[in-house]
């Protein structure tokens, strides 16, 4: 049974930064996109980032594109996602999502095409 555990929330000032960690276990870690989502109070959850199973593609939403860095490292089973210049309007629950794709070209944004979830982090930024 697939597991993800998510790390590294907490609460910033704008303009801060904070990286968020996801521990993948039970499966072939390699196998899988891995993406990050986040729902904020009243609002649709939405996509974040994307890093296909070789890290050779990855995928932004246009809201963070150039301030945050999705990575991972296969060795560790672990899925990072660095947030730099932080906005209040970034404030949300950030989720991991695993799906299981071993094409390297395609890092997809549909929510409903992610198998695996983890239990969310929260990121407070204030102004």
């Known amino acids: 049974q697939v597991q993800l555990v998510s790390s590294g929330g907490g609460s910033v000032q704008a303009g801060g930064s904070l990286r968020l960690s996801c521990a993948y276990s039970g499966g072939t870690f390699s196998s899988y996109i891995m993406a990050w989502f986040r729902q904020a109070p009243g609002k649709e959850r939405e996509f974040v980032a994307g890093i296909s199973w070789s890290g050779s593609t990855t995928n932004y939403a246009g809201s963070v594109k150039g301030r945050f860095t999705v990575s991972r490292d296969n060795a560790k089973n672990t899925v990072y996602l660095q947030m730099n210049s932080l906005k209040p309007e970034d404030t949300a629950v950030y989720y991991c999502?695993?799906?299981?794709?071993?094409?390297?070209?395609?890092?997809?944004?549909?929510?409903?095409?992610?198998?695996?979830w983890g239990q969310g982090t929260q990121v407070t930024v204030s102004s």
């Open positions: 999502a695993a799906r299981y794709s071993r094409n390297s070209a395609y890092v997809g944004r549909s929510i409903p095409s992610y198998e695996y």
